[in-house]
């Protein structure tokens, strides 16, 4: 931005601080800028290409923010706090494309993708809706889209997010979640040296259950496999895979044995995620026993599976809740 207004580079560094470390994004705030350069600020485009529409707070403390777009197009952003840690899930794109059956946000397809600003700005409008002494931890891109297909514009996001001068969050605190697309995850591991978190949302161990639940991707499980198995994973760090939990679909123990032998060449760990319903969707999710059962089969042969709490659910902001 300052280049293209001709400025040297300090006002540049004053500009980078003032929004992405301090948030500000109302020139007639940044103090330190002499009067002209902010009035003349104020006649250009907003720098935050959104504003926030409604708020709503669930009594776990989970807060949904709606983003309302410049074009009028709307997205959502979800605010997670867990003890001393808060974090937010930010979305991608405007609807999706890959259409998973148990999804609101992919119900009516992908209208459009967001820019790198809209999806770092979903950090500058959650800043407002922090309680007093909340600082933002961790960034799951989780929200509604498919970050692989909108990755030059999250990758630009990702490196922003982590910039020193900036919001400062190193790429282990950034978490990455798709359906699995090997050519995309090849580039992120490229282009992040492997850094960024990836949690892959499986959701099914045979192809066709999985074509039923996550219709709009061509790669196949196994060479989804290959993929992470090929993704430069730093010590210690594990795959987090998603597995949302429908009843009488991929909830039996033999799916729970074909996930166990899918995963076996792979450092996961599991989350289990009993479906939550929407009025969109009649798919239910399976009862608590067999729940404990799948996870079960799971932890018995040495594979972390954990039963991922409903975190929102009551204002629709749990996972598959969101809608674009
Ligand atoms: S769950 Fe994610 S990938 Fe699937 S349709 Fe919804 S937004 Fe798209």
Redesign the pocket.
């Known amino acids: 931005m300052a280049i293209a207004l001709g400025l040297p580079g300090y006002r540049g560094s004053q500009l980078f601080s003032w929004i992405h470390k301090r948030g500000v994004t109302d020139p007639e705030e940044m103090t330190n800028l002499p009067r002209e350069l902010r009035d003349h600020l104020a006649t250009l485009e907003p720098i935050l290409p959104m504003k926030g529409g409604t708020v709503l707070r669930s009594s776990d403390g989970t807060r949904k923010l709606e983003v309302v777009l410049a074009d009028e197009a709307r997205v959502e952003t979800v605010l997670i706090p867990d003890g001393d840690k808060l974090t937010q899930c930010i979305s991608t794109q405007v609807g ?1 494309a ?3 059956v148990f ?1 609101r ?2 119900k009516d397809g992908l209208k459009r993708n967001l820019t790198a600003a809209e999806i770092l700005g979903q950090i500058f409008l959650g800043r407002g809706e922090h309680l007093s002494g909340e600082r933002l931890s961790n960034v799951v891109l989780m929200g ?3 970050p692989l297909h909108n990755l030059e514009r999250v990758l630009s996001a990702i490196e922003l997010m982590g910039h020193p001068d900036g919001i400062g969050l190193s790429s282990r605190r950034i978490t990455l979640s798709t ?1 699995g697309i090997p050519s995309g995850i090849d580039r992120l591991a490229k282009a992040t040296s492997g850094k960024t978190a990836l949690a892959i ?1 499986l959701h099914a161990a045979d192809e066709e259950t999985r074509k039923r639940l ?1 219709p709009g991707v061509s790669a196949s499980l196994v060479d989804i496999v290959k993929a992470l198995k090929r993704y430069p994973l730093p010590k210690r760090r594990r795959f987090t895979i998603e597995y949302v939990l429908v009843k009488g679909i991929n909830d039996r123990d033999v799916d729970a044995r074909n996930l166990v032998r899918l995963l076996s060449s792979l450092k996961v760990k599991v989350n289990l995620i009993p479906l939550n319903p929407h009025d969109r969707t009649d798919l239910m999710p399976p009862d608590d026993g067999r729940v404990a059962a799948f996870q079960k089969i799971l932890t018995s042969r040495d594979v972390s599976a954990f039963l991922r709490r409903r975190r929102g659910a009551d204002i629709n902001a749990a996972c ?1 809740q969101l809608l674009a």
């Open positions: 999706c890959v259409g998973c999804c946000s992919g509604v889209g498919e359906v949302s996550v598959g």
